[in-house]
């Protein structure tokens, strides 16, 4: 366990992390709400929505404190560039 959670101590790791959750959370909402035809579809479409505007705006903000650290961040499609390197 204290391996992994020492992994999310980089910055690059987090925030890939966090894009990847918010990567399967909206095409699943769009998925549940295209094919559950009752209330709970609507639900939970609305609730993963919310879910993915959430983890957007903390992502955002995580990543504001990261441009004042200077620890070398550049976005997190270098960071994906530099774990397929």
Do not use: K
């Amino acid at each position: 366990m204290a391996g992994v959670l020492s992994s999310l101590d980089d910055f690059g790791t987090r925030s890939l992390l966090t894009h990847a959750i918010m990567s399967v959370t909206l095409p699943l909402g769009f998925l549940i709400g295209l094919t559950v035809d009752s209330q709970l579809g609507l639900v939970s479409f609305v609730a993963l929505l919310n879910f993915t505007a959430g983890m957007w705006i903390c992502q955002s903000i995580h990543s504001l404190g990261a441009e004042a650290s200077e620890d070398g961040y550049d976005g997190v499609i270098n960071e994906l560039r530099t774990y397929v390197r």
